[in-house]
């Protein structure tokens, strides 16, 4: 049973810094090569979208909106996303999410089957 949790959301003033992290649990052993992981956001009246994600090996993929200033990154059974220079629109429930057995990360968000329950990121002006 795959069990996501985050943390590390919080407010935070436009410009600055915060740190989610995912810690992750239940994944299959034999799926330790072919998995993805990934950070998801949701505005107020707005879909659900896809921010980052990164693969069993490393490689990783971003939203245009967050490139070169987020960093999608894992370690052992966490993974984790540094936001920097943060802006209002950054304003969301983000959201980690996995999927077992893929070699590459879906291209859609209903192809990632395990969801943790949030972690609200305000960003005030």
């Known amino acids: 049973q795959v069990q996501l949790v985050e943390s590390g959301g919080g407010s935070v003033q436009a410009g600055g810094s915060l740190r989610l992290s995912c810690a992750a649990s239940?994944?299959?052993?034999?799926?330790?090569?072919?998995?993805?992981m990934g950070w998801f956001r949701q505005a107020p009246g707005k879909e659900r979208e896809k921010v980052a994600t990164?693969?069993?090996?490393?490689n990783t993929e971003y939203t245009d909106s967050v490139k070169e200033r987020f960093t999608i990154s894992g370690d052992n059974a966490k993974v984790y996303l540094e936001m920097v220079s943060l802006t209002t629109e950054d304003t969301g429930t983000y959201y980690c999410?996995?999927?077992?057995?893929?070699?590459?990360?879906?291209?859609?968000?209903?192809?990632?089957?395990?969801w943790g329950q949030g972690t609200q990121v305000t960003v005030s002006s």
């Open positions: 999410a996995a999927q077992q057995w893929v070699w590459l990360c879906p291209a859609e968000i209903r192809g990632f089957g395990y």
């Open positions: 239940g994944f299959e052993s034999g799926s330790s090569t072919s998995y993805c």
């Open positions: 990164i693969d069993a090996y490393g």
